[in-house]
């Protein structure tokens, strides 16, 4: 089973960076280890539903931004230390949300995933 740990959340004023890592450790069915699976970063603000903001896939290649985060945020994988860090610069409030990675063994950064982390809290103040 694959487990996904998010670490680096916090709080931070409107403007300012954050940067959220999401580690992966197990196999996934068929045996695969992290490096192979694609992993999408989520965001759930309060009140509101879960809403997908980017991937990368596991055989490389550019990330994938939604319009709202494209230009602000990148995605990237470091394969040796299992690890997919989200930068988030020029922060704003509307950003503020629990921020959750996820995993899946296609390489298609759009369709659903199958493994979850616990999320980590992002806090933007005005």
């Known amino acids: 089973q694959v487990q996904l740990v998010e670490s680096g959340g916090g709080a931070v004023q409107a403007g300012g960076s954050l940067r959220v890592s999401c580690s992966g450790s197990?196999?996934?069915?068929?045996?695969?280890?992290?490096?192979?699976?694609?992993v999408g970063w989520f965001r759930q603000a309060p009140g509101k539903e879960r809403e997908f903001i980017g991937g990368?896939?596991?055989?490389?290649?550019?990330?994938y931004y939604v319009d709202s985060v494209k230009g602000r945020f990148t995605i990237s994988r470091d394969y040796a230390k299992d690890t997919v860090a989200l930068q988030m610069n020029s922060l704003v409030p509307e950003d503020t949300a629990i921020y959750y990675c996820?995993?899946?063994?296609?390489?298609?950064?759009?369709?659903?995933?199958?493994?979850w982390g616990q999320g980590t809290q992002v806090i933007v103040s005005s």
């Open positions: 996820a995993a899946r063994l296609g390489s298609n950064i759009r369709e659903s995933y199958d493994y």
């Open positions: 197990g196999r996934a069915s068929s045996d695969r280890p992290f490096s192979t699976l694609t």
């Open positions: 990368i896939s596991w055989g490389g290649g550019s990330p």
